[in-house]
């Protein structure tokens, strides 16, 4: 199987190819890799296990895809890695008649806490991870401009299971940076949940 992973945001590209792999690969360089081909037969030809590894090419989006190596994705498993949409590889994997997936890799750039909610919401349905929409929209809040510290925390989390959304808040461990002038917008604008979040967490934070 040929996977085309598109995107920037590292974190989630492996985790991607954990996902796809099952953790079974090894990664090749086109770019900084001079034997890449042999690495790749050799790779490919390891047939006497009952999974082969996968093969992951990265550094691909300012090189030329040879005909070569093309040929081999009918042998093997692959996954390539780019920034943007390779055209003209697509091109010839459909005149090649190679079946393959595109895969858009999403990054972790949030314009507004509406949008972080989206993602938390479809994020946690696929990790399983039942919260709250409350606590939800309070976690897009607190973490916009650090998404990956949340990532982290509800991947340590995700194969725990909780009889209360409570004892995950608990776990979670939040930024440093003290947040006391959204808390007073909170209590202001009458938000009380999130000012009861925002309270609790800045007194761990131990902020006068």
């Known amino acids: ?84 949409k390779p055209q003209l590889l697509v091109k010839k994997l459909k005149n090649s008649q190679i079946t393959y997936q595109e895969i858009s890799i999403k990054n972790l750039n949030f314009k507004n806490e509406l949008s972080f909610k989206l993602f938390l919401q479809e994020y946690l349905k696929r990790k399983k991870i039942d919260l709250p929409e409350k606590i939800i929209t309070s976690l897009a809040k607190i973490f916009l401009v650090n998404p990956y510290l949340l990532i982290n925390e509800l991947k340590k989390i995700e194969k725990i299971k909780f009889n209360n959304p409570q004892e995950i808040l608990i776990l979670i461990k939040w930024p440093n940076e003290s947040m006391i002038f959204h808390l007073i917008d909170d209590l202001i604008e009458g938000k009380y949940s999130d000012f009861i979040l925002r309270l609790k967490r800045e007194v761990n934070l131990g902020t006068p």
């Open 1 to 84: 199987m040929i996977y085309v992973l598109i995107g920037s945001d590292n974190y989630f590209i492996k985790e991607k190819i954990s996902e796809l792999t099952q953790d079974n690969y090894q990664i090749v360089s086109l770019k900084k890799d001079k034997d890449y081909l042999i690495q790749i037969e050799k790779i490919i030809n390891q047939t006497l296990f009952a999974n082969p590894p996968f093969v992951v090419l990265i550094d691909l989006d300012k090189i030329k895809i040879s005909d070569e190596i093309i040929n081999k994705f009918r042998r093997g498993n692959f996954i390539l890695i780019f920034k943007t």
